[in-house]
């Protein structure tokens, strides 16, 4: 197991759970239907854009970054790849589940009605996006770095997603 990969994440995730319990309980961040959400949003985009073939070489990443070992086999540039799309995918999944929520505010909510719940809904609206960042910045995003400078050392040509394309949001080259 690569031992600076589990301290870094136990962490960032004990400052990112105390920092959150000072100022609310933590069980009401824990919202199964929104990690549900998320979590099949990007599965279903990660799909769209590199099938199974995509989802194979997300999980050979996963196991070789978390068991410490060389990069995984085969093309290691389309991996890398793949790899980097997996924070952008984790976003619009939150994107879409914090509008669907949303939507379901303004469904419940007309005008004239009291608003004095609106605060713990509107909280419960935005938790998609705590999943999303924590997910990106605890996962995805430092297996990304970590098979990048693998490939650096090793002179495998990696294809990053080039930076324009990863702002305006599409994983088409």
Request: some cysteine.
């Amino acid at each position: 197991m690569n031992g600076g990969l589990l301290v870094g994440f136990l962490a960032a995730l004990t400052i990112t759970a105390l920092n959150i319990q000072i100022h609310f309980p933590l069980l009401r961040f824990f919202d199964p239907i929104a990690l549900f959400t998320v979590t099949g949003f990007s599965l279903a985009f990660l799909l769209q854009a590199h099938g199974f073939e995509g989802c194979r070489k997300i999980k050979a990443a996963i196991v070789a970054w978390f068991g410490g070992r060389a990069l995984p086999s085969g093309d290691v540039g389309r991996t890398v790849h793949v790899v980097q799309s997996l924070p952008l995918a984790t976003m619009r999944g939150a994107h879409l589940a914090v509008m669907i929520s949303f939507l379901s505010l303004a469904r419940m909510y007309t005008w004239g009605e009291e608003l004095t719940g609106l605060g713990v809904v509107v909280f419960q609206v935005l938790v998609p996006y705590l999943y999303a960042l924590c997910f990106n910045q605890f996962l995805w995003e430092p297996m990304a770095r970590w098979m990048l400078q693998r490939t650096e050392e090793i002179g495998v040509a990696a294809h990053p997603i080039p930076a324009a394309t990863a702002q305006r949001g599409s994983n088409s080259k």
